[in-house]
């Protein structure tokens, strides 16, 4: 480990099952980037069924619906209502990690990507 500050860790590289452990053992996923196209990491902590915190940029709004299948932030004090909120309400983690593994199976599916590939190899 880098460094650890206060319950956040900077981890230095691990292998992808101790990347997903990590992950699903997460309270939540935040995305504070000021810039960024669609998020592998915001996907795959959606399928491990970890909640998501998100800044308001298109890249994580294309993904997340603010109180649907994650929270969304424009401010420091938005991130903090929500991490809040969040961590508080056991009812609104179950209904967010529901609504982004649904999210995930309707829209990020492997093997109907892999169909829809195959399709498209074999037009």
Same mark, same amino acid.
């Given at each position: 480990r880098l460094s /650890? =500050?206060?319950? $956040? $860790?900077? #981890?230095s590289a691990v292998d992808s099952a101790e990347m997903h452990a990590a992950i699903k053992g997460s309270q939540m996923i $935040?995305? =504070?980037?000021?810039? !960024? +196209?669609?998020?592998n990491a915001l996907l795959e902590a959606m399928a491990l069924e970890v909640p998501a915190i998100v800044r308001d940029i298109p890249g994580n709004t294309a993904v997340v619906k603010d109180g649907g299948n994650g929270l969304v932030f424009s401010t420091p004090a938005q991130f903090i209502e929500? #991490?809040? %909120?969040?961590?508080?309400?056991? /009812?609104?983690?179950n209904s967010i990690t529901a609504k +982004?593994? !649904?999210?995930?199976?309707q829209n990020? =599916?492997? %093997?109907k990507e892999a169909l829809i590939l195959n399709q498209l190899l074999e037009s």
């Open positions: /650890t =500050c206060q319950g $956040v $860790v900077l #981890a $935040v995305n =504070c980037s000021r810039s !960024e +196209g669609m998020s929500n #991490a809040k %909120r969040l961590l508080s309400s056991p /009812t609104l983690r +982004g593994l !649904e999210y995930i199976k990020h =599916c492997p %093997r």
